[in-house]
């Protein structure tokens, strides 16, 4: 493989005096089965090999995507890309460059307890089919359940003409249930996701079964649940709606591409953006974590990323092209979904780092606020504007955890909410997600209970 | 690696489900996509790159006993690949249980015709004409105003094609084109920065104006300055087709797709015949739209596309289907298994979505509001309950009206709700039909909408 791709190199460099070349082949096995209810809907496998060649020729980036490893029409797509680079360096007022980066050789070999391409294909429809019957078996009211796997297992394989050469092996195993409950006129629906790096063994730890009485249990207490009031109040996020709160409405403002966009951090850095005791990390190194891996998509090391301490931004998300730009190092955060598109600044395991309250003395002071347990998405504007939507909330009275609120949304500008953190708890969680930015990539986010003194709540009461 | 023409992709299919019927499959069906495409992306007010895609495979859908398996690949360059993929899915198939709801693959069945959907021109554009439409775009948001900021953009050209073959002598082939061209803005002024301001055309034939696409998005960002928190009160919405199309995604596109109808997650259960909307509310599904963005000849199972009606003056009249949520009732499918590319299996989705427009124009339906607010876009739509649809969202941006007219902007305003009153509220529809994904509509009118503002 190595030869071959090192000639397609060589083909932009000698042919077309290109600055920067790089090829990142992949060779995966996808296998997806979904179920709803007891009926398995599809069980499906595919190959996906293919190739993106991305170049630098005069100071503007060509890219092209071709669904082969052979080295004919790689080389003819290579050339395709300088010759589209050129195009587009006519119009281009300021060069890309790159900041500087270690050309690394390594071969990363996996070595997960239980190889999910080696897990016969009716186990796992097996395991789905116990997940939905869980689910089902719980309650009368839950009318319906979708469970959708995935696992993919393969080889990325990455080449540049500064001397790098990579072969990575790649595993990902993800499982998502959701159900839908109902009584007579109300609907409610619940889900749950798990995913991991390390291999099929992630199901012997958190059982399926586990995550499906939690979705079925959450699908039948929120029919009984009343709407928020809509309005500011105090609230503490879990872990699984801090994580989605530190992803979305901060972690996307400190990808460097969009803080250069003109992001409300884009003049913040060393500036305080939040209270003293708020502390980010974007990490790419947790053992398994569904956003963890060993190099991104330039070669460039995953590093655990210090993004806030102590209140203060002290650090961004970059790719070398970014981190050229505001003069600071890569930091392994350059990812692209599969050959089909070029890499971009995405995050990885993004996470408040937990303090020292116990949950019980979060709320204790609470006259009347939420406790908003689980989210169902989250989505964050350039201008700070953020909006998080919840699947399971309660109200928190007088210091004790009240009724269950359903549908509920917190919105409000990220910076200000910052600052109104005041405290954060101890148990630390991370969950697995599934990222957009135009392409999608697995992440995870958590961290541990925060209280916020005051965040707008979108409620109907 | 050379295009694949039309009867090539159409003899891979049907060798392909030969091949699985040969091998021991009781029906088998292929389809195959090619999708080409070039595009220019802007990043942050400059041209950044121009690339080029060429991606194509093989899905195949074997059947034994009731009981389904599906493999694909994108290896199309050998005859072996091509077998193990058909192989696999007889395998996952046999390894699978069996449905009995399972009725059997489509049947072949006339088509329509389509219009507009192929521009020989889309397909013959190079890179330097898609660099010249991204700068004209460009050039045009920037001279518009300096407060305005380019965040990113592109021009994409796309030639796509499929082939379906399947054991009940279906055997179809169809090309279409696309062309886009898009611009995400942002104003900025002493400090303030608005939400992204966005605007974009996108069509199947070459009919786009580029310099128009810049100067709007370039004019939202400026009128999008200097917001204000507006109060906590019920009222009138007017909602354009972005914030529109965004919260029917995850809610009423749901509501009448037949897989949810069965499986009881949805409202409409039970209810056709019944009033469910404002009476002004003429709603459906037409996958035949001239120069509609998902309009094609045959669906994701080789089964000729339609038009539907959904919704007649407010009275919930049908829902749509694949092949298998129709055999289930013992009806025929609507056009609605829809496909994404090789990778996937069918399932329902809507084609075009299509609000039947009213005849106020834009500046008229501002104007028979006192107060309220014109909404361009939400933030958190795909946080809406699926079932319920219940929404809590974020208007950004959004406008206050006062009299009749566009007062000032406004920021961080939630809209809180579910889409099925806020159908039933619906009082007045403009004309100004625009397509934004797979909706075709007017603005609307909303009268009592929760605003959440502090």
């Known amino acids: ?461 | 690696m050379a295009a694949l023409r039309q009867q090539e992709l159409l003899r891979l299919a049907e060798k392909a489900s030969e091949t699985a019927l040969k091998k021991g499959a009781d029906e088998a069906e292929t389809c195959v996509f090619q999708d080409l495409s070039n595009y220019v992306s802007i990043e942050r007010g400059q041209i950044a790159k121009t690339s080029r895609v060429i991606d194509r495979g093989l899905g195949c859908r074997a059947i034994v006993n009731k009981s389904l398996g599906f493999c694909y690949t994108n290896v199309l360059e050998n005859e072996t690949a091509i077998e193990e993929t058909v192989l696999k899915a007889l395998g996952f198939a046999k390894a699978s249980k069996p449905d009995d709801d399972w009725h059997g693959l489509p049947a072949e069945k006339p088509f329509a015709s389509v219009e507009g959907t192929y521009d020989r021109r889309i397909e013959n554009l190079h890179s330097e004409n898609l660099v010249e439409t991204a700068s004209v775009m460009l050039d045009a948001a920037q001279k518009k105003d300096k407060r305005v900021f380019p965040v990113e953009g592109e021009v994409r050209a796309s030639y796509l094609s499929a082939g379906l073959a399947n054991s009940n002598a279906v055997s179809v082939v169809d090309s279409g084109t696309m062309i886009e061209c898009s611009l995400a803005t942002i104003g900025h002024e002493a400090g303030e920065v608005t939400p992204v301001c966005f605007e974009f055309n996108l069509e199947r034939t070459y009919d786009i104006n580029p310099a128009a696409v810049g100067e709007e998005a370039a004019r939202l960002a400026v009128s999008a300055l200097k917001a204000k928190k507006t109060e906590t009160k019920d009222t009138c919405v007017i909602f354009t087709q972005f914030a529109l199309q965004q919260l029917l995604s995850y809610t009423f596109i749901n509501a009448i797709n037949a897989d949810h109808v069965q499986r009881d997650q949805s409202v409409f259960r039970g209810r056709v015949g019944e009033r469910v909307a404002s009476e002004i509310v003429t709603v459906y599904d037409d996958g035949l739209l001239p120069g509609g963005i998902r309009t094609w000849r045959f669906d994701g199972e080789g089964v000729p596309q339609q038009k539907t009606l959904i919704i007649e003056k407010g009275v919930l009249r049908g829902f749509i289907y694949d092949n298998y949520t129709a055999r289930k009732e013992g009806k025929g499918s609507t056009g609605n298994g829809s496909r994404a590319s090789y990778l996937s299996t069918p399932s329902v989705d809507a084609t075009n979505l299509h609000f039947q427009a009213g005849s106020k124009s834009a500046e008229e339906l501002i104007g028979v509001v006192d107060e309220g607010l014109l909404v361009n876009s939400v933030q958190g739509a795909h946080t809406s309950n699926p079932a319920s649809g219940e929404f809590s969202v974020v208007a950004t941006p959004s406008w206050k009206i006062k009299n009749g007219e566009i007062a000032y902007p406004v920021k961080g305003a939630m809209l809180v709700g579910d889409i099925f009153h806020l159908l039933e509220n619906v009082s007045v529809l403009a004309q100004n039909e625009r397509k934004i994904g797979q909706l075709v509509a007017p603005w609307i009118l909303v009268e009592n909408v929760k605003v959440i503002g502090k």
């Open chain 1, 1 to 461: 493989m190595k030869d071959v791709l090192a000639k397609v190199v060589s083909t932009a460099v000698q042919g077309f005096k290109a600055e920067y070349v790089e090829v990142r082949a992949q060779k995966l096995r996808k296998t997806a089965i979904t179920v709803k209810e007891a009926r398995v809907e599809a069980a499906k496998q595919g190959i996906e090999n293919g190739t993106a060649l991305r170049v630098l020729v005069k100071g503007a980036w060509g890219f092209a995507s071709i669904s082969t490893l052979n080295v004919e029409a790689l080389s003819a797509a290579v050339s395709d890309a300088c010759r589209m680079a050129r195009a587009a360096s006519a119009r281009r007022r300021v060069p890309v460059k790159l900041a500087p980066a270690r050309a690394v050789e390594d071969k990363v070999v996996l070595k997960p307890r239980k190889d999910p391409g080696k897990v016969p294909v009716e186990d796992k429809m097996n395991l789905l089919l116990t997940v939905n019957n869980t689910v089902l078996q719980n309650d009368n009211r839950v009318k319906s359940v979708t469970t959708n796997y995935l696992d993919l297992t393969g080889t990325g394989y990455f080449i540049n003409s500064e001397g790098a050469y990579i072969e990575q092996g790649k595993l990902y195993v993800f499982l998502g249930v959701s159900a839908v409950a109902r009584e007579n006129d109300v609907f409610t629906y619940s889900r749950e996701a798990m995913g991991s790096t390390s291999g099929y063994e992630v199901f012997d730890v958190e059982t399926p079964v586990k995550v499906a009485e939690t979705v079925a249990r959450r699908a039948t207490a929120q029919l009984k649940a009343k709407p928020p009031r809509g309005g500011t109040f105090p609230v503490v996020l879990g872990p699984n709606v801090v994580g989605t709160f530190v992803h979305e409405a901060f972690g996307h403002l400190a990808e460097a591409d969009i803080t250069l966009s003109g992001s409300v951090l884009s003049d913040k850095l060393e500036k305080k953006v939040a209270s003293n005791v708020v502390t980010f990390y974007d990490d790419g190194t947790v053992n398994g974590a569904f956003g963890s891996f060993k190099y991104d998509d330039e070669g460039v090391p995953a590093q655990k990323t210090l993004l806030v301490k102590d209140g203060a931004l002290v650090g961004l998300m970059h790719s070398r092209e970014t981190a050229q730009q505001l003069s600071a190092r890569p930091t392994g955060n350059s990812r692209a979904e599969d050959f089909r598109v070029e890499p971009i600044v995405r995050m990885r395991n993004t996470f408040i780092e937990a303090r020292d309250y116990s949950f019980e003395e979060l709320i204790e002071g609470v006259k009347f606020g939420y406790y908003l347990k689980s989210f169902r998405g989250g989505e964050a504007n350039l201008d700070g504007t953020f909006q998080i939507g919840i699947q399971e909330a309660y109200e928190i009275v007088k210091g004790e955890i009240g009724e269950p609120v359903r549908n509920a949304s917190i919105s409000g500008n990220t910076l200000e909410t910052l600052f109104k953190v005041d405290a954060v708890g101890k148990e630390f969680e991370l969950w697995p997600g599934v990222c957009g930015k135009g392409q999608s990539a697995f992440v995870s986010q958590g961290g541990a209970h925060t209280r916020v003194k005051g965040v707008m709540v979108g409620g109907s009461a």
